[in-house]
């Protein structure tokens, strides 16, 4: 696969945030979802309304998130919609919740676990994507980038469950917390595959903003406070090659903070969802950065 380019600035404001997307010389067409972390409750790194607002609106972009699989306060619809306007999302632009009617089912193509994905039904409203993505640490995945927002983050809250316990039907939060780890990474490389097929490879494109960089994800209601500091924000038509760029930028940051970020992804293998996708072709690990400062 060809080297892919990412575009990065250190100007992490919505004026950077529009920089590096208008860098992609791109058009989103139709009806744009633009899928986002609306993050739990008790956490406060997701993305601030104030950064995102501009380009949302400019992309005339309906925000779109799903439910969660564990018990919290988006675990419901009624739950979800009440975070949603809590945390100002519904003030900026037009939010929907994917599976507040239900799941449909993608066909995983030749996958490393699954054979099915499961995604919300309001999915097929839409004719583009923008994947805007807080990069951070994960509990169970290490990490969580572009790759982890449209597996997950795209996934009904049966298919979070689906995704987590690799396709077995298991559904106890128990099962959800102790399944496989690498079986989970590689399922969501899977699951990432089949949202790509489904939209058009050259209908998504990815936005990451690494900043406010927590070991823990915006699904935790008690996030460890960042120990870096900031970064800035990538942009790329290829999801593999930006997540490895945010994991190369933490690697290579000055800032001795970067330690628990770098032992809360090794100790979780969170590189493999990475390797998985560029398995499956849904990317290149070998990227061109571009620098737009």
Not at 9 to 17: A, F, H
Not at 56 to 75: F, H, K, M, P, S
Not at 94 to 111: H, Q, R, Y
Not at 240 to 255: G, K, L
Request: with cysteine; aromatic share 6%; hydrophobic share 40%.
């Amino acid at each position: 696969m060809e080297k892919a380019t990412v575009y990065f600035t250190k100007d992490i404001s919505p004026e950077g945030l529009k920089k590096a997307y208008d860098a992609l010389k791109v058009t989103l067409k139709g009806k744009v979802a633009v899928k986002i972390s609306t993050g739990e409750p008790g956490g406060h790194n997701f993305l601030d309304p104030k950064l995102i607002q501009g380009l949302v609106q400019e992309l005339n972009g309906t925000i779109v998130e799903c439910n969660t699989a564990y018990a919290g306060r988006r675990d419901t619809n009624e739950a979800h919609w009440q975070t949603m306007e809590d945390h100002g999302f519904k003030a900026i632009a037009p939010c929907d919740l994917m599976d507040e009617e239900g799941d449909m089912s993608l066909p995983v193509k030749d996958g490393l676990r699954i054979k099915e994905n499961f995604v919300g039904a309001h999915l097929k409203n839409y004719d583009s994507m923008l994947m805007l993505s807080h990069f951070k640490g994960h509990p169970m995945a290490g990490l969580g980038g572009a790759l982890k927002n449209m597996a997950i983050g795209v996934a009904s809250a049966r298919g979070k469950q689906w995704i987590h316990t690799s396709g077995s039907g298991e559904t106890s939060f128990e099962a959800l917390m102790n399944s496989d780890r690498d079986s989970f990474l590689d399922s969501m490389a899977d699951a990432d595959q089949s949202v790509m097929e489904y939209m058009g490879r050259e209908n998504i494109v990815y936005v990451n903003v690494a900043n406010k960089l927590s070991v823990d994800c915006d699904c935790c209601a008690e996030p460890a406070d960042p120990e870096m500091m900031d970064i800035g924000i990538f942009a790329s038509l290829d999801p593999v090659a930006i997540d490895q760029a945010c994991v190369d930028a933490v690697y290579n940051s000055p800032d001795p903070g970067k330690a628990a970020l770098i032992e809360r992804m090794e100790s979780r293998n969170g590189i493999r969802t990475i390797e998985s996708a560029a398995k499956l072709n849904l990317g290149s690990r070998e990227y061109e950065l571009v620098s737009l400062d």
